[in-house]
């Protein structure tokens, strides 16, 4: 039996309610940018949220994400509440950081989401540190690191997966291939056939797989995950996706892409795809799918309250959480 079997009617609802989350989230928040309010430039990840909800879906609460630009559902999944992310995207006190970084970026030690980084591909070796972390302590934790075909084309894609390779660390590489890095297609950045065959370079399995197919991707990830926990090492996921949006909100969708080619993967978008499969299945109704909107308009809408009433910090914030407490070792070291 494959591991979306096993998953419940609550859970495939769930599942469902956590992409639809995301969508409306991001739909929100490009919508508002450039009318003041909103700080944080909207990357969004429309049409990619089968990756982020399906692979983090089923993870436990002790395993750790490493996001990408494009993880919002991830962060969703992982914990963090659709208020605590808007009132990043505000830079309010009651964001990630208190304010000082926005959610683009944020990490959250307590919900097992490392922190990202604005150097594209540099977490790459970071979550593999945390992988080793994992493995020197013994526990039975895996890492899911998130990131795009753009970063897979740098050094620390290289130096991560050989490391990870030879010391069969408990990662899954999940390579969110959008068919951009930026406003460059693929083909003007890659001269080779797929990702996930560079794996066997590194002597474990790589896969490429339909990235908005979310049951692909749960699949691949929880196979990928027992392997990592039983001791076997990492697997590299290669998610054929598209994201809707242009790289960023300062261009809009259509520029440098031909609309005609948003349109194709807009047939395939991955919300949409969920829901017919369950409508199909009797799980999901015209009826439910009105009342899974609502509250989520409705979530959203009282997280943008929250965060636009929310204060920014005070500028004494800026100095606290900078660096760690000092530890023993430092303290001795400096006295000798
Ligand atoms: C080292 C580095 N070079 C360039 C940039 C600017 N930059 C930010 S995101 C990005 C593209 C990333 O593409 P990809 O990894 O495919 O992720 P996607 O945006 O498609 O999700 C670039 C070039 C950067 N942040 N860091
Ligand atoms: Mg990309």
Redesign the pocket.
């Known amino acids: 039996m494959g591991y979306s079997d096993q998953l419940t009617e609550k859970d495939l609802i769930q599942m469902y309610r956590w992409m639809v989350l995301t969508r409306v989230f991001e739909d929100r928040i490009c919508g508002l940018w450039g009318k003041g309010g909103v700080v944080e430039l909207p990357?969004g990840?429309q049409g990619?949220e089968a990756i982020a909800v399906g692979a983090c879906y089923g993870l436990r609460q002790q395993d750790h994400v490493m996001p990408?630009?494009?993880t919002r559902g991830a962060f969703l999944v992982k914990g963090i509440s659709a208020r605590v992310q808007m009132a990043g995207v505000y830079a309010k006190v009651t964001g990630p950081a208190r304010g000082k970084a926005t959610a683009h970026h944020m990490g959250d030690a307590e919900r097992g989401v490392l922190l990202g980084?604005?150097?594209?591909?540099?977490s790459i070796t970071v979550a593999v540190g945390a992988a080793l972390a994992f493995k020197l302590q013994r526990r039975d934790n895996v890492v899911v690191d998130f990131?795009?075909?753009?970063?897979?084309?740098?050094g620390d894609f290289h130096e991560g997966l050989n490391f990870a390779g030879v010391f069969k660390l408990p990662i899954i590489f999940v390579l969110?291939?959008?068919?951009?890095?930026?406003y460059?297609p693929l083909s003007k950045h890659f001269a080779g056939s797929d990702f996930a065959c560079r794996a066997q370079g590194y002597g474990f399995p790589g896969m490429r797989l339909d990235g908005n197919d979310i049951f692909a991707v749960y699949e691949a990830v929880q196979a990928a995950a027992a392997r990592a926990r039983a001791g076997e090492g990492p697997t590299l996921l290669e998610c054929m996706t598209y994201?809707y949006r242009n790289?960023?909100e300062v261009q809009p969708p259509e520029a440098f892409r031909d609309p005609a080619e948003i349109e194709q993967w807009q047939a395939k978008d991955p919300i949409a795809r969920m829901r017919a499969q369950l409508m199909q299945r009797g799980i999901l109704t015209d009826a439910l799918v009105s009342k899974i909107t609502a509250e989520v308009e409705a979530e959203i809408d009282d997280a943008i309250q929250y965060a636009e009433e929310s204060p920014f910090p005070a500028p004494e914030e800026l100095y606290k959480d900078v660096y760690a407490p000092e530890s023993p070792e430092l303290v001795v070291g400096r006295r000798s």
């Open positions: 990357h990840s990619q990408s630009l494009r980084s604005g150097i594209v591909g540099a990131f795009g075909d753009g970063a897979a084309q740098r969110e291939n959008n068919g951009y890095s930026e460059t994201r790289h960023c």
